[in-house]
């Protein structure tokens, strides 16, 4: 050991203090990075020679850079990422059927149905009145319309959301196929590079909110992406998903396995998840409303049809159902000949009846309080005030699982902030340290220099 090992050890010093100096200016650059986890430099002494009979220290050396992180932290920020996303996209779904259900200050579908009921009633005063006979044309017909056009935004709506499925799952299978190239670069670099599993991380919270997945990492800084049981990314492979409709044209979230395929609808979540959900509750909403279509036009067409309009003939069909896309409300109309001619409403019981016989009338009214659904137990606007009742209280379960959802998520966040977060001041009080370590070096350097001149001048 001599002059030039105090130049090695001096040249190892200079070494780490500019890497940690590197490392504390990359920190800073990135401070407000979102998922940039703090790094630091791993030093440790080179192994010491024996001089004399002493041990004698040979400097510094970089082990690795750092980062901070939480194994455990980072799943579960995964998995409450997809419970969030799958929450908050069911809500938005929701809300826009709601803004067609519920009552407001447009009269909507209670309302209008209460409107027609409300018209017969008034008829009864004067049953062969052009007046009250054509009020009620137009009652019935604002009613049908409504049905019509609420069962038309709710169809509208599920293949809107349909479609937006689609380009979701597109995004999704990119995000999977980037997963699984990064697992390939990680092993490349030994699983140390930190700015690899920082972009990682962020992937995989990407996928999560998709789909809703969760994640397992590998000892190798490698991701395990799984989906109710499957992996669907596993070392540098992954596997896609698709679109697809069953036999009745419901649609549903297919995983490829070779030639087959798997249906996820069940177990998926994230955003995709949110609107698969999302389409069942809208599904289920207008098959209700169709249900509610066919039953109220069974009834008033087999009362009307027994009555007499003025001419004395038989009642012609009250309500008309013409299937459109398969559902019946969206072809719920109000009878046309009766909204041209209002004489030809049935309110009389008899043929030969006198032009104020409102028998038949009577029994039109009647409808409004006939349990007709639900096996004969329910009456048409409980089923309507339970349709509306059921919305509302969809949209407040999605909008509070939500919020839970995404406070819990906050939460996670903080915390991990708190652990892998750059702290400036933290930060700046590491580079006044650093430098001071990078000059005391440098002043041994010159030192050593300065007497390696020496012995030169000697020689």
């Known amino acids: 050991m001599g002059v030039s090992s105090a130049l090695d050890t001096a040249r190892s010093g200079l070494s780490a203090a500019s890497l940690a100096i590197e490392t504390t200016s990359n920190n800073v650059a990135n401070a407000a990075t979102e998922g940039y986890s703090r790094q630091t430099v791993d030093l440790a002494n080179n192994d010491p020679v024996r001089v004399g009979g002493v041990q004698q220290g040979t400097g510094v050396v970089a082990t690795a850079i750092a980062r901070a992180s939480d194994r455990f932290l980072t799943g579960q920020i995964v998995e409450?990422?997809?419970?969030?996303?799958?929450?908050?996209?069911?809500?938005?779904?929701?809300?826009?059927?709601?803004?067609?259900?519920?009552?407001?200050?447009?009269?909507?579908?209670?309302?209008?149905?209460?409107?027609?009921?409300?018209?017969m009633s008034e008829a009864t005063a004067d049953p062969g009145d052009n007046t009250y006979r054509t009020s009620l044309a137009y009652a019935a017909d604002s009613f049908a319309t409504t049905v019509r056009r609420t069962a038309s935004a709710l169809n509208d709506l599920v293949n809107d959301v349909e479609d937006k499925l689609e380009?979701?799952?597109?995004?999704?299978?990119?995000?999977?196929?980037?997963?699984?190239?990064?697992?390939?670069?990680?092993?490349?670099?030994?699983?140390?590079?930190?700015?690899?599993?920082?972009?990682?991380?962020?992937?995989?919270?990407?996928?999560?909110?998709?789909?809703?997945?969760?994640?397992?990492?590998?000892?190798?800084?490698?991701?395990t992406v799984m989906l109710g049981g499957h992996a669907i990314v596993s070392g540098i492979e992954s596997r896609g998903l698709e679109v697809d409709e069953d036999d009745d044209g419901d649609v549903f979230v297919a995983l490829t396995a070779g030639a087959g395929r798997i249906d996820m609808s069940s177990v998926i979540g994230g955003n995709v998840g949110g609107n698969v959900e999302g389409i069942e509750d809208v599904s289920g909403y207008l098959s209700r409303l169709d249900d509610l279509a066919e039953e109220l036009a069974d009834a008033f067409n087999e009362v009307h049809n027994a009555g007499y309009d003025l001419n004395g003939d038989a009642g012609e069909d009250f309500f008309e159902l013409a299937s459109t896309s398969g559902h019946a409300a969206m072809g719920f109309t109000f009878n046309s000949d009766l909204l041209d001619d209002a004489d030809l409403l049935a309110f009389a019981s008899d043929s030969s009846a006198a032009v104020g016989d409102g028998g038949n009338l009577s029994d039109l009214i009647d409808i409004e309080s006939s349990d007709l659904f639900d096996d004969d137990t329910t009456t048409a606007e409980k089923v309507l005030m339970s349709l509306l009742s059921d919305v509302g209280a969809d949209v407040v379960d999605a909008t509070m699982d939500a919020e839970h959802a995404n406070a819990v998520l906050a939460d996670l966040q903080g915390l991990r902030d708190s652990i892998a977060g750059v702290d400036l001041d933290e930060e700046a009080s590491n580079l006044i340290k650093f430098q001071a370590a990078y000059q005391a070096a440098a002043k041994v350097l010159r030192a050593t220099d300065s007497m390696l001149q020496t012995l030169m001048d000697v020689v």
């Open 80 to 119: 409450e990422s997809g419970t969030g996303a799958s929450a908050s996209s069911r809500q938005e779904v929701l809300v826009l059927a709601e803004s067609w259900l519920a009552d407001s200050e447009v009269e909507g579908l209670t309302q209008r149905l209460q409107g027609v009921f409300d018209a």
């Open 167 to 223: 380009t979701l799952v597109e995004e999704a299978n990119t995000l999977l196929e980037q997963v699984a190239s990064l697992n390939q670069r990680i092993v490349a670099s030994d699983g140390t590079a930190a700015d690899l599993l920082d972009q990682r991380d962020r992937l995989l919270n990407e996928i999560a909110g998709a789909i809703g997945t969760t994640a397992r990492i590998g000892a190798d800084g490698t991701a």
